[in-house]
């Protein structure tokens, strides 16, 4: 197994599992926690794929993948309950690990299609959080990627750095993977956020600095 199915292979295992776990806490049935697991598992690759032109059958005939995915949601739907409460605190880990495992995996599958270093950068990012804003949506949930940490960053970090010729070897790739999942552990305890600003009225409050 190469280093391009490893990463799929991790990505689809970890986004799988959180999101089987979303869907058991919006208390769906076990239908509904099949089909949210394939769609976080699946979903970024088919955005990807859409948008940089490359063929969206080509899911149908990665079997491995599907059974794989498969597997993952219904051991989780069969775990204890108290196992899955433990799981629970660690759903930002399993988030940065499908989050870095697939935005390496889109950034390998731009540059093999000789893609300019931008869409590398786009590829990365969208296989890394397009399945997890899709988990989020049909959940009902505010997606995470347009929360206060910083969460999409560091897919387009892999991207840049892949697309660049920086990392290429199997261990310079494993390097960036531990790279992203540690970097985005910290801006979730650290809660590092990029700039923002709010256009809701400030009327009768008063200004930072002025209190």
Same mark, same amino acid.
């Given at each position: 197994?190469?280093?391009?199915?490893?990463?799929?292979?991790?990505?689809?295992?970890?986004?799988?599992?959180?999101?089987?776990?979303?869907?058991?806490?919006?208390?769906?049935?076990? $239908?509904?926690?099949?089909? !949210?697991? #394939?769609? @976080? =598992?699946?979903?970024?690759?088919? &955005?990807?794929?859409? /948008?940089?032109? +490359?063929?969206?059958?080509? $899911?149908?005939?990665?079997? !491995?993948? #599907?059974? @794989? =995915?498969?597997?993952?949601?219904? &051991?989780?739907?069969? /775990?204890?309950? +108290?196992?899955?409460?433990?799981?629970?605190?660690?759903?930002?880990?399993?988030?940065?690990?499908?989050?870095?495992?697939?935005?390496?995996?889109?950034?390998?599958? +731009?540059?093999?299609?000789?893609?300019?270093?931008?869409?590398?950068?786009?590829?990365?990012?969208?296989?890394?959080?397009?399945?997890?804003?899709?988990?989020?949506?049909?959940?009902?949930?505010?997606?995470?990627?347009?929360?206060?940490?910083?969460?999409?960053?560091?897919?387009?970090?892999?991207?840049?750095?892949?697309?660049?010729?920086?990392?290429?070897?199997?261990?310079?790739?494993?390097?960036?993977?531990?790279?992203?999942?540690?970097?985005?552990?910290?801006?979730?305890?650290?809660?590092?956020?990029?700039?923002?600003?709010?256009?809701?009225?400030?009327?009768?409050?008063?200004?930072?600095?002025?209190?």
């Amino acid at each position: 197994m190469d280093v391009f199915h490893l990463f799929s292979l991790i990505g689809t295992i970890a986004f799988a599992v959180s999101g089987a776990i979303v869907a058991m806490e919006e208390e769906y049935d076990i $239908l509904g926690v099949i089909v !949210l697991g #394939l769609v @976080t =598992a699946f979903g970024g690759g088919v &955005v990807r794929n859409l /948008l940089i032109g +490359a063929p969206v059958t080509t $899911l149908w005939s990665q079997s !491995l993948y #599907l059974n @794989t =995915a498969s597997v993952s949601i219904l &051991v989780v739907f069969f /775990l204890p309950i +108290a196992w899955i409460h433990h799981w629970k605190k660690t759903e930002a880990f399993f988030d940065a690990i499908g989050l870095s495992a697939f935005a390496i995996q889109g950034a390998l599958f +731009a540059v093999d299609a000789k893609l300019p270093l931008n869409a590398v950068m786009v590829a990365a990012m969208l296989t890394g959080i397009g399945g997890g804003m899709i988990r989020d949506m049909m959940a009902g949930r505010k997606p995470l990627v347009l929360r206060d940490e910083i969460y999409a960053v560091w897919a387009l970090a892999a991207g840049f750095a892949i697309g660049y010729g920086r990392f290429g070897s199997t261990w310079e790739l494993l390097t960036l993977f531990a790279f992203i999942v540690v970097f985005r552990m910290l801006s979730v305890q650290f809660k590092w956020k990029l700039p923002r600003r709010s256009l809701r009225s400030n009327q009768g409050r008063p200004e930072k600095g002025e209190e």
